[in-house]
């Protein structure tokens, strides 16, 4: 059982929604995406700590409605075509420009051994079958956030969460990717989506997790009605 964060927007940024779900050999799709813009500024991911960080590069300006409903078209079919995926949770979330954006989460025990930072079989099988989905989107941009529990000190946390989000990201550009369009950053145990206290908990909380989201292209072939 696992849980996750379901994120909407109600005139601030309201973090809602914690729930359960099994699974049975694939990946899970989580929430649906209406499409619809909201303007810049917004799409904030909150921890349990309260901290938050937006994902995706705000544009300036407002997006509008039949632009967002034609980028949320898009997210939503590759959201489904991810959620095939093996050992990842797949959700529908805002960017920072109120647009719909992908949530990939990769836990810990598919990607890493505890305390490593080396990518077992089973992820990297995982990652090349994202990367090979991600192929017919490529005007998107990646934030990839690494995360641990919070055993050891926060230092150490803090380097092992980094060095794991760099290993996804350097597996992803062997894969093809462009490292242009994918950011890394380390999140310690700043983020827990569990209880800390328990082993299972811990387990959910070493994880990656790799949030996609339109970039200015899209946007723009959004506006220019060529996508």
């Given amino acids: 059982m696992k849980k996750f964060l379901t994120l909407f927007l109600c005139a601030s940024m309201i973090l809602s929604g914690c729930s359960t779900m099994s699974k049975t050999g694939k ?40 632009v967002g409903a034609i980028i949320g078209k898009q997210m939503d079919k590759k959201a489904a075509e991810l959620a095939a995926l093996e050992g990842a949770d797949v959700e529908t979330v805002k960017d920072a420009n109120g647009l719909d954006a992908i949530k990939v989460t990769f836990e810990s025990g598919i990607l890493f051994n505890t305390s490593s930072s080396v990518l077992n079989k089973a992820s990297q099988n995982a990652l090349t079958k994202f990367a090979s989905e991600m192929k017919d989107l490529p005007d998107t941009d990646l934030t990839i956030y ?37 950011t890394v950053e380390g999140k310690s ?17 070493r994880r990656v997790e790799i949030y996609v989201t339109a970039n200015e292209e899209m946007i723009k072939k959004a506006e220019n009605g060529e996508i």
């Fill in 27 to 66: 990946g899970a799709i989580i929430g649906g995406g209406s499409g619809a813009a909201l303007g810049a500024g917004l799409g904030a991911i909150i921890g349990k700590d309260g901290k938050s960080t937006a994902i995706g590069a705000a544009v300036g300006s407002a997006v509008g409605a039949g």
């Fill in 146 to 182: 690494g995360h641990t529990d919070n055993t050891g000190t926060a230092e150490y946390n803090e380097k092992l969460s980094v060095q794991r989000a760099e290993a996804v990201s350097s597996f992803l550009k062997s894969c093809g990717m462009s490292a242009g369009r994918m």
């Fill in 189 to 205: 145990f700043t983020m827990p989506v569990a209880d800390n206290s328990t082993v299972e908990g811990r387990l959910q909380n």
